[in-house]
């Protein structure tokens, strides 16, 4: 009989938002005339930029006539996005960042997760804790971890917990980690990082060797001129840091599919006997055998997203989505309820009411108000007695839900 991988096994009950789907289907089968608001999982509701729409219906039609039909890309990425993507993104802050640093891909929850496959399995490994559930369940998937405690927690990670008492802030390790992820703005608390902040994590990884995983993913809700959208605007992070981007918040590309990540030349890693090898190679050799590249009339699309156009386009839907956060949190405060995000992040986070449990508090949601967000204990330990509602929305339901909350407070 054929092996399996056994590591899979060790997953605690359903990811997550499966999970939720389940319970919200489930809810919706027996009450089939519930107007069901959703405000879990971050998926976007707002149309592509018609920037965005021009520029894919252009590349069909190239693809159309043979004279300008393309095949197989570059696995990397076409040029013409890499050098938006470098120019607009990180040298016009400040940060150097060339082109052929960054790969073109589907997701940054699929980097984040396929880049265990360039590092060692000894690695210590440490997450924030809440924690946006794929960094935590990869690893339990690539057979870095023990298994599970009871309150979820995996044996062989390092923990770092972040709540109301330390301002969502993590303290760094008392220990020496390898690999650390961060993400920000942050993904489930909707807190931003500081430069501060990150000039310590980034002095600790270099007295430490570490490399720091780090998920940039809502960036563009940044509004805040002095939080930095990038790590690489702080000095020395080339040397110890990856970062991963997406276009599925910043330009509602969750079902178009198109992410790139960063990796400079100047990180290196360690090989058992020692010697230093430069991350870089190691990267575009594991994305050039297992990814064919992202289609040329999403790549187009995306390059879009960085035209006069484009540009001002995006930012209006930002600031859709960041209204829609603001209504929310205003709301809720009113109601007496703690809230935490929503100012520079898509996210707002809440300390449950009456303390009630992360996942009864959703079911009463579902049940009494027809509501859907996102249980806290599903991003860790440190998540019970917390929950995250998403902006992302059109403004009629997020207004109906304000007014639902209102009714079971």
């Known amino acids: 009989m054929t092996y399996i991988n056994d590591h899979y096994l060790k997953l605690t009950a359903g990811y997550l938002f499966p999970e939720i789907g389940r319970r919200v289907t489930a809810f919706c089968d027996a009450n089939p005339a519930a107007n069901v608001i959703?405000?879990?999982?971050?998926?976007?509701?707002?149309?592509l930029a018609p920037a965005v729409i021009q520029a894919m219906h252009a590349a069909v039609d190239e693809l159309a006539e043979r004279s300008s039909f393309r095949g197989y890309g570059p696995e990397q990425g076409y040029d013409f996005l890499r050098e938006a993507i470098a120019e607009h993104d990180y040298q016009?802050?400040?940060?150097?960042?060339?082109?052929d640093e960054i790969f073109v891909s589907d997701g940054s929850k699929c980097d984040s997760g396929n880049i265990l496959d360039i590092f060692g399995e000894d690695n210590v490994i440490a997450v924030v804790d809440p924690v946006y559930p794929v960094y935590v369940d990869t690893n339990v998937m690539a057979?870095?971890?023990?298994?599970?405690?009871a309150s979820g927690r995996y044996g062989g990670l390092v923990y770092l917990p972040v709540t109301a008492e330390?301002?969502?802030?993590?303290?760094?390790p008392k220990q020496r980690v390898d690999l650390i992820?961060?993400?920000?703005?942050?993904?489930?608390?909707?807190v931003v990082a500081t430069k501060e902040m990150l000039k310590?994590?980034?002095?600790?990884?270099q007295q430490n060797g570490s490399i720091i995983l780090y998920d940039a993913a809502y960036e563009a809700f940044i509004t805040d001129p002095?939080?930095?959208?990038?790590?690489?605007?702080?000095?020395?992070?080339?040397?110890?840091?990856?970062?991963f981007r997406s276009f599925s918040k910043t330009a509602g590309f969750t079902g178009v599919r198109c992410a790139f990540t960063v990796i400079p030349k100047d990180l290196k890693g360690k090989t058992r006997d020692g010697r230093e090898v430069p991350i870089h190679p190691l990267w575009n050799r594991r994305h050039c055998t297992k990814f064919n590249g992202v289609s040329y009339p999403v790549q187009r699309g995306a390059a879009a997203i960085y035209s006069p156009e484009g540009r001002q386009q995006v930012r209006e839907t930002i600031a859709f989505y960041l209204a829609n956060?603001?209504?929310v949190r205003e709301a809720l405060t009113k109601l007496g309820i703690q809230v935490y995000g929503g100012v520079n992040a898509p996210y707002v986070w809440l300390k449950t009411p009456g303390k009630l449990s992360s996942w009864d508090f959703f079911d009463k949601l579902l049940q009494e108000a027809h509501l859907v967000g996102t249980p806290g204990s599903g991003f860790g330990a440190c998540g019970e007695g917390y929950f995250r509602l998403s902006a992302f929305n059109s403004r009629a339901n997020v207004e109906e839900a304000v007014r639902r909350f209102a009714k079971i407070m």
């Open 143 to 149: 057979g870095h971890t023990g298994p599970a405690d």
């Open 200 to 205: 310590r994590w980034v002095e600790y990884a």
């Open 92 to 99: 016009a802050r400040g940060a150097k960042v060339d082109a």
């Open 325 to 327: 956060a603001k209504l």
């Open 166 to 172: 330390n301002d969502f802030v993590p303290e760094l």
């Open 38 to 47: 959703r405000l879990g999982i971050g998926d976007v509701t707002e149309p």
């Open 181 to 190: 992820y961060l993400c920000y703005p942050n993904n489930p608390t909707g």
């Open 226 to 243: 002095a939080i930095p959208h990038s790590i690489y605007e702080i000095d020395g992070a080339r040397e110890v840091a990856i970062e």
